[in-house]
């Protein structure tokens, strides 16, 4: 078998392509967010995996092909043997490879954490498919490719059928109204949110932790289509890091803002963000807020923290003297939120690859605090629920090498008639109860609205 590529008739929105598979299980999309948004530039669409990985606790089931087996290995070094990654270039960024999700859970593969809180989630720690073909669209180019790495005997038969779906994709079927059927809960109010407030400060005090990242989490009941949620969510939040993943345990939607990791040819790039600001309709009050967060002392020592702790989770596998900081507290601006981003660099070690890199530094810095393990030993004691995917990773990693994956943020994740979302915000010395909550909210707006404008019983409406 060798690799194919063939390319497709160009679309600006590749929510057009994806309606041809949007509902086949394990069918993935992973969005740059155009054409509402601009900050990203590349598309990739894949069903049909001819093997997953899914891991549960202590165990990985893996399929291939309709075989079945489970393993109790670590499931990073599961996913190292399933790639095999042949370090070919090849002519575009993804040549095929794993695409799927790492919950933030699956930390505890890797760390000693306390079991204390609830895991209503119930969905696998990792989720991911070994795709063979995929649709890549690169917006920036104006052009679009059906590719296949040559691994899966079935993709030479279909390839003309998949061609064909792609060249021309099938106008949007009658889909069922996405409906939320009861009013969106929290588990924390104000005055719960500012006791665990409390004990954050305390335990700063006391030495234990710089920063701890405090989220809380919303629910509600909801019924439907979730693939017309997620269009409804990503016109309303489009974002450079978005996905859709149709996965048989939970349907995720992210409009996310923030890459987690970056490797291409060797080079690794890491995001961070810490530092928010809501958005204001009015232009001068947009600018205001803008520079107010630009030259806010608090949000850069928050964001200088987070870039420290990266900087050594990168220094674990990067060559020596290779990491750098060439953006330092950038001002991104996104559709609900003014954002302060940084950007860290290094270059891979060699005889390492993009699984070693993504364990070491899993889950991201930007999520947890400092220092990250006593962070998350906090997290556990004080947030009610688990965290489940919110916070953990979704993006790809391919047979090249090569790896691209988000810090999974605004992100819905639906699974037994339930979606929840989770916003948060890091806690240092100098914060305030009342602004961070805010914070919370702020960073909440877009999935908030999303839930509550066309709540089935307020307006009578369901989202189409």
């Known amino acids: 078998m060798t690799p194919r590529l063939q390319p497709l008739p ?6 057009e392509l994806f309606e041809a598979i949007a509902d086949e299980p394990w069918a993935v999309f992973l969005d740059s967010g155009r054409p509402r948004s601009t900050a990203g530039g590349m598309d990739i669409l894949a069903a049909r995996p001819y093997a997953t990985l899914v891991t549960r606790g202590g165990m990985t089931e893996i ?28 002519p575009l960024p993804f040549n095929g490879g794993a695409i799927g999700y790492f919950a933030y859970d699956l930390a505890r593969r890797l760390e000693r954490l306390p079991a204390r809180t609830r895991d209503a989630e119930g969905i696998p720690d990792m989720a991911v498919g070994l795709y063979d073909w995929a649709v890549l669209v690169d917006h920036q180019a104006g052009r679009a490719w059906l590719l296949s790495a040559g691994r899966d005997p079935r993709t030479g038969p279909r390839w003309q059928q998949l061609v064909d779906l792609f060249s021309d994709p099938p106008p949007p079927g009658q889909r069922q109204d996405f409906q939320v059927t009861a009013p969106v809960a929290a588990n924390f109010d104000a005055e719960s949110y500012r006791h665990a407030f409390a004990r954050i400060q305390r335990y700063i005090r006391a030495g234990d932790c710089y920063q701890v990242n405090l989220a809380q989490r919303f629910e509600a009941p909801v019924a439907g289509d ?22 048989p345990a939970c349907r995720v939607l992210a409009s996310s803002p923030e890459r987690f990791l970056a490797l291409r040819g060797g080079q690794v790039e890491t995001k961070p963000i810490k530092g928010t600001r809501p958005r204001a309709a009015a232009p001068e009050a947009d600018s205001a807020l803008a520079r107010e967060l630009r030259e806010s002392l608090k949000d850069r020592a928050e964001n200088l923290m987070i870039v420290d702790l990266l900087r050594n989770d990168l220094g674990k596998v990067c060559a020596p003297g290779s990491v750098q900081v060439p953006r330092l507290f950038a001002l991104e601006s996104f559709a609900t939120v003014h954002h302060l981003v940084s950007t860290v660099t290094g270059r891979l070690a060699p005889g390492l690859e993009a699984t070693a890199l993504l364990r070491a530094a899993f889950p991201g810095g930007s999520i947890t605090g400092a220092p990250k393990l006593r962070s998350m030993e ?60 805010q914070e919370c909210l702020d960073k909440a707006a877009a999935l908030l609205g999303l839930m509550q404008r066309h709540r089935l019983g307020d307006s009578g409406q369901a989202i189409r």
Do not use: K
Request: aromatic share 10%; hydrophobic share 40%.
């Open 63 to 90: 399929r291939r092909h309709g075989e079945v087996r489970l393993s109790p290995a670590d499931p990073f070094a599961l996913l190292r043997e399933e790639l095999a990654a042949d370090g070919q270039a090849g």
């Open 378 to 437: 906090i997290i556990e004691e004080l947030e009610p629920h688990r965290r489940g995917l919110y916070c953990g990773a979704i993006g790809w990693l391919g047979f090249n090498g090569d790896m691209d994956t988000n810090i999974a943020i605004r992100t819905l994740v639906s699974s037994e008639g339930r979606m929840r979302f989770w916003a948060g915000g890091g806690i240092v010395a100098d914060s305030r109860a009342d602004a961070e909550y």
């Open 226 to 247: 979730h693939w017309l949620a997620y269009q409804a969510l990503r016109r309303l939040n489009p974002a450079p890091f978005s996905a859709y993943l149709n996965h």
């Open 10 to 15: 160009y679309r600006p929105d590749s929510a």
